[in-house]
């Protein structure tokens, strides 16, 4: 992946370089090295900042928000996941606000904050009227299920 951004680069293309870094930072995170990751989702972020090319900042930040949390960065994460769904809803971007409110309930979850997570997530989930077989809109109703379940009384209507 180094190899092909370089070489991207050798013919002065900058297009799409805040994307590639994403996808490199996440390799090196699966990889185990998060802080590896962190440093690449920085140099994106503040590529982005210089070119102005956004439409891939609001995953940048919930990635980083994952990374911080691997790495125990638990406040930093938070912040990270809440700036990734705040650019998500300015740029209308559903998909990447869909991941960043997943990201975030997950979080809030762990903390002991389901019916927070719950009222994030759930009418993030309800905005998609197709593709409930993909992934993403799959594990956003696997935990949004499990939410409701922690607190079957509030928001529930049978």
Same mark, same amino acid.
């Given at each position: 992946m180094r190899g092909a951004i370089a070489g991207v680069e050798t013919v002065n293309a900058k297009v799409l370089r805040p994307l590639h870094l994403g996808h490199l930072a996440s390799a090196h995170a699966s990889l185990g090295q998060v802080e590896v990751g962190l440093d !690449?989702?920085?140099?994106?972020?503040?590529?982005?900042e210089k070119t102005g090319e956004r439409f891939f900042e609001a995953e940048?930040?919930? !990635?980083?928000?994952?990374m911080c949390l691997t790495s125990g960065k638990e406040v930093e994460a938070e912040a990270a996941l809440k700036r990734g769904l705040e650019v998500a809803r300015l740029q209308e971007a559903r998909l990447w606000e869909l991941r960043a409110a997943t990201s975030l309930a997950h979080l809030w979850r762990d903390q002991g904050r389901s019916p927070e997570a719950r009222d994030l997530l759930a009418p993030v989930y309800e905005w998609f009227t197709e593709g409930f077989d993909l992934p993403d809109l799959e594990n956003a109703r696997a935990l949004l299920d499990e939410l409701i379940r922690a607190s079957p009384k509030i928001g529930r209507s049978e």
């Open positions: !690449l989702l920085c140099e994106a972020i503040q590529t982005l940048l930040h919930r !990635l980083r928000g994952g």
